[in-house]
């Protein structure tokens, strides 16, 4: 059966993909709690830095980062960043973290002022001011989108093919390359098993549009 | 002699071109309830919010316990603006009840009651647990210690925020306007937890307020600001009772005709 062969070799690229998917979402959340929080600190040089990252990051395209990331840096300045997974989750992660700092920060400016006026008030420090009353009112309230950006996250790593990481689509592409006239059943098989793959980040998604509409986690 | 707890010094302060502060001198005694009224915009809230370090006067000294809050002395013994270790030393006796009670809505009664003297102060967790349940108790919620803030009513939500200003044990704490965000059947049992408050003693009091029979029924003194001055003080029956100035006369009568 054509289906089943399909099918089984396009499981050998899905680790790929999940492993990529999975190192991409750690990191991007990373870099975007950290990128988030440095735009709202009071502190030029931190709040420029970040802005210039976000905003290269944010103005050029993923596919090109990643071939940056892959072939030009090594070139240019010697700089090899290890495997090539690696290389992918490092462009993916910053990509992504780039635009999520943007959620991050705006939650963080959404909390409502009398939060932090009631914290001075109790004579929190300001590390305890973010880390207990601001951070975990903020995060509640970008969890929607953030759910967003997962689902995101997991579509763009169908382009790590293209540096050459055997992920799902990389494996769909041989198979059609020798079995032409299969085309439509591997690219139908294909966006199934991605379509199956975003179900728990769709779940997670309307779990939180869930949670963030009631503004307090119950129990 | 006792010596004052709080001192303002020809306190003033700006909101860009807007001087809602024209120099104001007053000392408030340990234990003294003071009631400060006045039109809105006279200044009667930023008075209290510079003491909580919620904002920063333009003009001016503030003193607690002696000690200058908003400038302190570097090593070399210049005096300049304070950091934030200097101002969270100070502001350590003082503690405020807002108007909108700003409770912390991700966390239960009871943990907005233990956060700070658990992190803050640093104070062992059962024992603060142990107070934080007293409290809530005298406040009269000892039923919804596991709720969160969302599930209360305005009244129940600033007797909370009432318990968890006091869990910091200040030596002076500031209301502002406390029951103006309240449906009016609910402002009484707000109000007696304050009067309880005062009847109970040691602790000074500034209460921003529009309840005029309160103030007469609570207050030792009585300011009246207007447009960035005091414009007349004293007991508050001289105050509310037998005004002297025209603009304060003035006030009072608008206040009772609106009600």
Known sequence: MAITEITLMLMRGIKVTLIVLVLSIILSSLIALIAGLSRVYHNKLLTGFTGFYVEIFRGTSLIVQLFWFSYALPGLFNIHLGSDIWVAVLAISLNYGAYMSEIVRGAILSVPQGQTEASIALNLTRFQRMRHIIVPQAIRMMLPEYGNYLIQILKATSLVSLIGLTDLLYYGNIYRSTHLTEAPTVYMIILLLYFLLALPLIGFTRKMEKVAKKGVVHG | ?259
């Not at chain 2, 502060?21 to 209290?48: F, H, Q, R, W």
């Not at chain 2, 006091?166 to 502002?176: A, I, T, Y």
């Not at chain 2, 921003?208 to 003194?221: G, N, Q, S």
């Open chain 2, 1 to 259: 002699m006792e010596e004052p707890i709080v001192q303002y010094k020809n306190i003033r302060k700006s909101f860009g071109d807007v001087e809602v502060l024209k120099g104001i001198n007053l000392d408030i005694m340990p234990g003294e309830k003071v009631a400060l009224i006045g039109p809105s915009g006279s200044g009667k809230t930023t008075i209290i919010r510079l003491l909580m370090t919620l904002e920063q006067p333009t003009g001016g000294i503030i003193e607690v316990n002696g000690e200058n809050l908003w400038l302190m002395q570097n090593k070399k013994n210049e005096l300049v603006e304070a950091d934030d270790k200097h101002l969270r030393k100070i502001r350590g006796d003082i503690g405020m009840v807002f108007q909108h009670f700003n409770l912390f809505p991700h966390m239960t009664i009871l943990e907005n009651c233990m956060l700070a003297p658990t992190i803050v102060k640093k104070k062992d967790k059962a024992d603060v647990k142990k107070t934080a349940l007293e409290m809530l108790d005298k406040v009269g919620l000892s039923d919804k210690v596991d709720l969160y803030p969302s599930q209360l009513s305005g009244g129940q939500k600033q007797r909370v925020a009432m318990a968890r200003a006091l869990m910091m044990r200040p030596k002076v704490m500031l209301f502002d306007e406390v029951t103006s965000a309240l449906d009016p059947e609910l402002v009484g049992e707000v109000l007696e937890v304050i009067r309880d408050l005062a009847k109970a003693g040691d602790m000074a009091m500034i209460l921003v307020t529009h309840e005029m029979d309160f103030a007469l029924d609570i207050a030792d003194r009585v300011l009246f600001l207007n447009e960035g001055t005091i414009e007349e003080e004293g007991h508050p029956t001289e105050i509310l009772v037998n005004p002297k100035s025209e603009r304060l006369k003035d006030f009072l009568t608008r206040f009772t005709n609106s009600r």
